[in-house]
């Protein structure tokens, strides 16, 4: 699954649920910094690499 806007807002709301779901996901947002500071909310599993 794909989610856009990731960064903030209802997109990082859903996005986090669906982790919390043990959904696999895309993550997308125009704003780098905001996206990567979601992605600091998550538990990475180990051997997560973020893609750059």
């Known amino acids: ?3 856009s ?3 903030s807002g ?3 709301a859903l996005m986090l ?3 919390a779901k043990g ?3 895309a993550a997308v947002d125009l704003n780098p910094a905001s996206l990567r500071a979601t ?3 998550v538990r ?3 051997g997560f690499q973020p893609a750059s």
């Open 10 to 12: 209802i997109g990082r």
């Open 23 to 25: 959904v696999r996901l």
């Open 44 to 46: 990475r599993p180990a």
């Open 5 to 7: 806007g990731g960064g």
């Open 39 to 41: 992605m600091q909310l």
């Open 17 to 19: 649920h669906l982790l």
């Open 1 to 3: 699954m794909v989610v």
